[in-house]
């Protein structure tokens, strides 16, 4: 039996869950990305952001784009999401995720597409090369 | 003077401020001064002369590879945002192990057309 005494929770909203999904369908089969701005009350504020790359396997936020919601997720003092898709692979953070993942604050969410059919969304923590999953709990929108 | 928004990850290196005040009239000077008053930030910051190809660094709403890199003007009641690139991937790919130089005029070409894959990153 799992223990999760441990174990950080990320809560998602459904409505969220749907959007990183319905993104991810909507450049496949190319990755998307983007930033989750976590309000105290557990809204989460939903920023898009281009791919500069327009890869199926890598992605980089587009910078002005990346600035601005960032600027605005600290200025307000909510938590940090970052999330991307992972096409044709689990949602696990991949050797060049943890490299390159330079915000230990964050929430690392990553959405599969690898079984079209049941698309996944798992969430992480990475610091310093570490990465710990956290429990991802989906609430319904009207939950209390 | 101008304001250096420093990221958490950079914070270590400010006793945990999130916004320094640091003077200069380019964002060169402002590093410098910047770098000065907390040095252990020029490694993070620094590869040599240039920026480190991994931070994005702004003048207001402005990324300084779309102005004139380090050279990039600085008014006295501007913000210049030091940002690491949010990038990664299912893949480790050719892409991921050659980081961009900052303010390298070479980028400015290909942050022009972000949908052409294959660009200096």
Known sequence: MDDHSDTEVFELDRATWDRLVEHAWSDHPYEVCGLLGIQPDGTIEHFPIDNAERSMTYYVMEPTQLLRAMRQIEDEGWRLGIYHSH????????????????????????????????????????RDGEVAEKRLVVRDDRAA | MPVVRIPTVLRKHTDGEAKVAAAGATVREVFASLVAEHPELE????????????????????????????????????????????????????????????????????ARRPRSAGGAV
């Open chain 1, 87 to 126: 096409p044709h692979t689990h949602a696990y953070p991949s050797a060049t995720d943890i490299r390159l993942a330079a915000y230990p604050e964050a929430t690392y969410v990553i959405v599969t597409l690898q079984d079209r059919d049941r698309p996944g969304i798992r969430a992480f923590a990475i």
């Open chain 2, 43 to 110: 490694d993070s910051l620094f590869d040599g002369d240039a920026v480190r190809g991994f931070i994005n660094v702004y003048v207001d709403d402005e990324d300084i590879r779309y102005l004139d890199g380090l050279d990039s003007p600085v008014e006295e009641d501007a913000e210049v945002a030091i940002m690491p690139a949010v990038a990664g991937g299912a893949e480790r790919s050719e892409h991921a192990r050659r980081p961009r130089s900052a303010g390298g005029a070479e980028r400015s070409e290909h």
